[in-house]
């Protein structure tokens, strides 16, 4: 019963680490990405993976679901894009940057990890590499976004 509360406990934890670190001009500059790049599109991977393809099953990890989402899981992710954002944000260096795109999909495999020995997630025809290339997908292409919109600390590119 009490693991129905983790998702709930890890977006606020994320959500005060959030606010912790990032100051808050930059969480509203960086708000709709979370809601999109974090809430959106943890929802659509959790109900592909879940309820489309069945790679993966959450199991009593959240206090409330739609059509079989945990949505304080998904939320969590807001908190987290926001983070990630800044970070970029504020870089200056080609190093950081590859190192902070690999660590927050080290992040969220380590957090699967975590789900599966505790059995609050059940990988079927799925694995936590798996898991990793497809968050090193996800924020990738938030830092594409984040280079084409000019908001990456380190300036990639071509000098004229």
């Given at each position: 019963m009490i693991t129905?509360?983790?998702?709930?406990?890890i977006f606020l934890f994320l959500l005060i680490?959030?606010?912790?670190?990032?100051?808050?001009?930059?969480?509203?500059?960086?708000l709709n990405l979370g809601l999109i790049g974090g809430l959106v599109v943890?929802?659509?991977?959790?109900?592909?993976?879940?309820?489309?393809?069945?790679?993966?099953?959450?199991v009593n990890i959240d206090?409330?679901?739609?059509?079989?989402?945990?949505i304080f899981l998904s939320a969590a992710w807001i908190p987290v894009v926001i983070i990630f954002a800044h970070f970029l944000n504020k870089i200056?260096?080609?190093?950081?940057?590859?190192?902070i795109i690999l660590i927050f999909?080290?992040?969220a495999t380590f957090l699967h990890y975590l789900f599966i020995y505790f059995d609050l997630l059940a990988y079927s025809d799925w694995?936590?590499?798996?898991?990793?290339l497809v968050s090193l997908g996800i924020h990738s292409g938030i830092t594409y976004y984040?280079?084409?919109?000019?908001?990456?600390?380190?300036?990639?590119g071509v000098k004229q």
């Open positions: 129905y509360f983790i998702s709930p406990v680490i959030m606010f912790l670190i990032v100051p808050y001009t930059q969480i509203l500059k960086f943890a929802l659509v991977l959790i109900y592909f993976m879940q309820n489309f393809y069945g790679y993966w099953d959450f206090i409330w679901h739609f059509i079989e989402i945990p200056d260096y080609l190093s950081p940057l590859i190192f999909p080290a992040g694995n936590l590499f798996y898991t990793f984040l280079f084409i919109r000019n908001q990456l600390g380190v300036k990639i």
